[in-house]
């Protein structure tokens, strides 16, 4: 929240607390018109029936609102802050900041440490697995998490980005058995592309997939090689390398695009030993127990449910891994907070695998956080790729970018390029992350609607007004002119992109709590409606408030 924001809560609070209403803290919004003030409480609303109780001189919601707005007048923080507040009917306080403050809140950097300032928090995300389809999930997975990155970042707090990526299981036997089948020598396919490798990677796969559940003899064979795998023989060891590198290297071709990276990429097959390991170790102590010759947590005394950690064959699952992970993540990165995003189908697997991760060792208790999101799908229809259902993420960026050129006949192909990948990703950021989402080729395209490339236009537009001054010492990045505050009378288009402005610290600050990118998106949306609209609106170059107009588009383009 605003440091405006704080101050009434501060305040509110204080004078609840002296007529006898402990620990009740207003909730301040931002209205969406602005006749109703920059902020606004219904706080009196809330409590005037324990106060009726406690006090007999409010006999109403607006005597209490309005003693409430004569103490706060009196108080040096709140005159000091705002020019009017006001109650009216039926009990709403609204406060109107005042210009000076507004004005130097615009021109002086903020100098408040950020809310997560020492914070050491581990984002894990992407999760792609080798030997698969990089597809659409991955996208909105990667956007989300690397938005909350920088969120993180801006805040204060220590990131360290980190993906965790299945190498090792059926799907992996699966896509080997595939190269096998298709009679596909690996030396041969090492002298092809890239995108050609990949591409018979996954029909590889496919044709794996298929066998599994059709061939009774293939099921047994894949089964085979991936026990091959996991007592590590050498039978199928140089083939595994070479296609999990082939995985490696079109990843990372997404990330760049993405514009996103990693300080450390994390593999089931250097987990899987060392999480039986820590299982076995917890069974005489009463965590795990052997059922059936599988150990098992018994999720069930906790209100969660059981799950396999350790198979009877005696491979570690998903979750027995997820122990091994943990403590080897830790000793690279001791976090304050690690958070995973992963689907939200998986909210039961997280909580049994924290819960066991907390009886271990009690350093993970309140220290791991599932980041859960929902699913997409496109509007005007699925793709089939290869497996069948997939959505692959690099047809998604290219069919983006036919679009976008197509509509755009005169931009380059790297402006293309930037557009498509802010097209993509801010589609998968304006909603929150639980919301299933319908990607929308037009939508997300668009210039006119709530959209990556509209806000890149506007960023576009700011900078095409800066590029125009005259004095080649002020930098477009960082002009800040020291205008005069006094005798401006703001514009209705003025007023309305400044009072955005100065809302910005205090919506990040709220998204950090939240680790919802989608709340900046909302911010930078009005904002940009706010900016265009002033564009239009109010000459800038040459005009009478240049110095303070340059500052509004300066600010807008930051």
């Known amino acids: 929240m605003s440091a405006a924001q704080k101050i009434i809560i501060s305040e509110v609070k204080g004078i609840l607390t002296e007529i006898g209403v402990e620990g009740q803290a207003p909730a301040v919004e931002i209205p969406q018109d602005l006749s109703h003030g920059d902020y606004s409480t219904n706080i009196a609303m809330l409590v005037i029936s324990k106060i009726k109780t406690q006090n007999s001189k409010f006999r109403s919601t607006m005597e209490l609102a309005e003693y409430v707005v004569k103490i706060l007048n009196a108080k040096y923080q709140i005159r000091n802050t705002f020019s009017k507040v006001e109650a009216v009917k039926p009990g709403f306080i609204n406060f109107w900041l005042s210009d000076e403050y507004i004005i130097n809140s615009l021109i002086q950097k903020n100098s408040e440490e950020g809310s997560l300032k020492r914070k050491k928090i581990l984002v894990e995300f992407a999760h792609p697995n080798t030997h698969k389809e990089f597809h659409i999930g991955h996208l909105r997975n990667i956007a989300i998490g690397e938005s909350i990155c920088r969120i993180i970042e801006y805040e204060g707090g220590s990131i360290f980005r980190t993906n965790y990526q299945g190498d090792i299981g059926l799907h992996v036997a699966k896509a080997i058995y595939g190269i096998q089948d298709l009679r596909f020598k690996i030396q041969d396919l090492e002298t092809k592309s890239l995108e050609e490798k990949i591409k018979t990677l996954g029909e590889a796969y496919a044709l794996g997939a298929k066998a599994y559940e059709e061939d009774k003899d293939a099921k047994k064979e894949i089964q085979e090689i991936n026990a091959s795998l996991y007592q590590k023989q050498d039978k199928y060891k140089d083939i595994w390398e070479k296609t999990r590198q082939w995985s490696l290297d079109y990843f990372e071709i997404i990330y760049k695009k993405l514009n996103t990276h990693f300080d450390r990429l994390f593999f089931e097959s250097e987990?899987?030993?060392?999480?039986?390991?820590?299982?076995?170790?917890?069974?005489?102590?009463?965590?795990?127990?052997?059922?059936?010759?599988?150990?098992?947590?018994?999720?069930?005394?906790?209100?969660?449910?059981?799950?396999?950690?350790?198979?009877?064959?005696?491979?570690?699952?998903?979750?027995?891994?997820?122990?091994?992970?943990?403590?080897?993540?830790?000793?690279?990165?001791?976090?304050?907070?690690?958070?995973?995003?992963?689907?939200?189908?998986?909210?039961?697997?997280?909580?049994?695998?924290?819960?066991?991760?907390?009886?271990?060792?009690?350093?993970?208790?309140?220290?791991?956080?599932?980041?859960?999101?929902?699913?997409?799908?496109?509007?005007?229809?699925?793709?089939?790729?290869?497996?069948?259902?997939?959505?692959?993420?690099?047809?998604?960026?290219?069919?983006?970018?036919?679009?976008?050129?197509?509509?755009?006949?005169?931009?380059?192909?790297?402006?293309?390029?930037?557009?498509?990948?802010?097209?993509?990703?801010?589609?998968?950021?304006?909603?929150?992350?639980?919301?299933n989402i319908s990607f929308s080729f037009d939508e997300s395209i668009s210039l006119q609607g709530n959209s990556g490339p509209y806000l890149q236009y506007t960023y576009a537009r700011t900078q095409s007004v800066l590029a125009k001054i005259q004095n080649s010492k002020i930098k477009t990045q960082n002009y800040n002119s020291k205008f005069k505050t006094k005798g401006l009378n703001f514009e209705a288009e003025e007023a309305g992109v400044l009072r955005q402005l100065i809302q910005f610290e205090g919506i990040v600050e709220d998204a950090s709590e939240s680790f919802s990118p989608n709340l900046i998106c909302n911010y930078l949306f009005d904002l940009a409606q706010k900016f265009n609209l002033f564009y239009q609106k109010c000459p800038i170059l040459k005009s009478e408030k240049e110095e303070f107009r340059l500052t509004l588009t300066s600010k807008t383009g930051l």
């Open 271 to 435: 987990v899987y030993e060392k999480g039986k390991e820590i299982v076995e170790s917890h069974v005489e102590d009463g965590i795990f127990v052997k059922d059936a010759g599988a150990i098992i947590f018994d999720g069930e005394k906790f209100n969660l449910h059981k799950r396999v950690f350790v198979t009877k064959e005696g491979y570690a699952t998903y979750e027995g891994k997820e122990m091994a992970l943990a403590f080897l993540q830790y000793s690279l990165f001791p976090f304050d907070l690690a958070l995973h995003i992963v689907a939200q189908e998986q909210e039961g697997y997280f909580k049994v695998v924290f819960k066991a991760l907390e009886l271990i060792d009690n350093k993970f208790k309140n220290s791991e956080k599932h980041l859960s999101y929902g699913m997409v799908e496109l509007k005007e229809g699925k793709m089939s790729s290869r497996s069948g259902n997939i959505i692959s993420a690099f047809w998604l960026i290219d069919e983006a970018k036919k679009r976008i050129k197509n509509e755009f006949k005169e931009i380059t192909d790297y402006v293309v390029d930037k557009v498509a990948v802010g097209a993509v990703k801010y589609s998968m950021l304006k909603f929150a992350k639980n919301s």
